[in-house]
């Protein structure tokens, strides 16, 4: 039996157990075989693909992730003016169509790719390529047909078969591989999702049998498989609904409480597609950092895109290499500072909307 089939039957497997305590721990030896599998599969192939070749650029990376025909070309199009070829069949998109968004000042670089299907992360429909880009991507929009709510589950099954997690942060565990000793558990919570024999019998699948090994959130058996193989990319996304213009007010309702969807917009209408753009700069966690020289007013019109945690070393590395050597202190007006021109040191968290003023030596 070759890699792929062994894949498929152990996802039929998963999707056929029923999950409770008393198998809990079938399931995390499953779930830990499966992974192992995935890899092989990928290692077979060279390891994580590169995908398609798209140069990054501008400040952020937005990849639109779809079936094929749910308006990823149409949304592409209205949200930065490129001209993707947009027609009502499907796999119309057969290579990758960068754009660019300008809002606020950023420049955020939005890949319409081609459509995917299910089997896509085994590499139907050159889903593989596809896929693979994610990893390279800032913020995932995983785009749905109003008609087609269906689409939503397979999406996030295709996307974590590619070790990309959504709208996660990566478990606090950490792991110690030893020469001997066995495995020495420690946990600084109350685990609720696994018990110890499952956590023992999920490093023995994966052929760790001496660790020390401190568990210091409530993780369940997918979380603890992603934290032994350190492989996984975590990636901010947002779930559009698409085509709100063709659908009745109350099936768009019922879709979007469903799928819990984030937003529903029309690509043709241009409906909700400001609301949007503005959800894309949040989820980035962009920021607009003003600066101004002193004794002069600051430039308003061009800002400095920085990401939300940014502090006045950062501010000072995208300004001038130099500038942290000579840096002497900075004034800041807005908001992160309780008064105008408050002064402060490199260490200084800066706030979207903050104006800096450098004195250098």
């Known amino acids: 039996m070759g890699t792929i089939d062994r894949i498929r039957e152990i996802e039929t497997e998963l ?10 721990k079938a399931v995390g030896i499953l779930k830990a075989k499966l992974a192992q599998m995935r890899e092989k599969q990928r290692s077979g192939g060279g390891g994580h693909t590169t995908g398609y070749a798209v140069s990054k650029s501008g400040d952020a990376t937005v990849i639109l992730v779809g079936f094929p025909s749910v308006g990823k070309s149409t949304l592409l199009n209205i949200l930065t003016g490129s001209k993707s070829e947009v027609a009502a069949y499907a796999f119309t998109t057969l290579t990758v ?3 660019v968004l300008k809002y606020k000042g950023a420049k955020i670089q939005i890949l319409d790719v081609p459509g995917i299907v299910e089997g896509a992360a085994s590499g139907r429909g050159r ?13 995932v929009i995983l ?3 109003v008609f087609h709510p269906e689409h939503l589950p397979v999406l996030h099954e ?27 558990i420690g946990t600084t919570v109350r685990l609720t999702n ?8 999920i490093f023995r699948e994966m052929r760790i049998s001496n660790a020390q090994v401190v568990i210091r959130e409530n993780i369940n058996s997918d979380q603890l498989i992603d934290a032994i193989e ?4 975590y990636v901010p996304g947002i779930v559009v609904m698409n085509k709100l213009d063709l659908a009745l007010s109350k099936q768009l309702d019922d879709v979007m409480k469903q799928t819990s969807a984030d937003i529903a917009v029309s690509g043709v209408t241009g409906k909700h597609i400001d609301e949007l753009k503005e959800l894309i700069f949040q989820r980035l966690r962009l920021i607009r950092i003003f600066t101004k020289e002193a004794g002069k007013k600051a430039d308003m019109s061009e800002p400095m895109i920085l990401r939300t945690g940014a502090n006045i070393k950062d501010v000072c590395d995208k300004l001038h290499r130099d500038f942290v050597k000579k840096f002497k202190f900075v004034k800041v ?29």
Not at 15 to 24: A, I, L
Not at 127 to 139: C, F, T, Y
Not at 349 to 356: E, F, L
């Open 127 to 139: 889903g593989k390529e596809v896929l693979q880009m994610i990893r390279n991507a800032d913020l």
């Open 333 to 361: 007006t807005g908001p992160s500072a309780k008064f105008a021109g408050q002064k402060f040191s490199l260490n200084h968290v800066v706030k979207d909307g903050d104006v800096v003023e450098m004195h250098l030596r």
């Open 15 to 24: 999707k056929g157990t029923k999950y409770n305590k008393r198998t809990q």
């Open 194 to 201: 696994i018990d110890k024999e499952t956590i023992e019998a």
């Open 97 to 99: 169509i960068p754009g």
């Open 158 to 184: 295709e996307v974590y078969a590619t070790d990309v997690r959504l709208n996660q942060t990566a478990p606090d565990v950490g792991i110690s591989k030893r020469p001997r000793g066995g495995l020495d």
């Open 230 to 233: 350190k492989n996984k990319k």
């Open 143 to 145: 785009l749905l047909d």
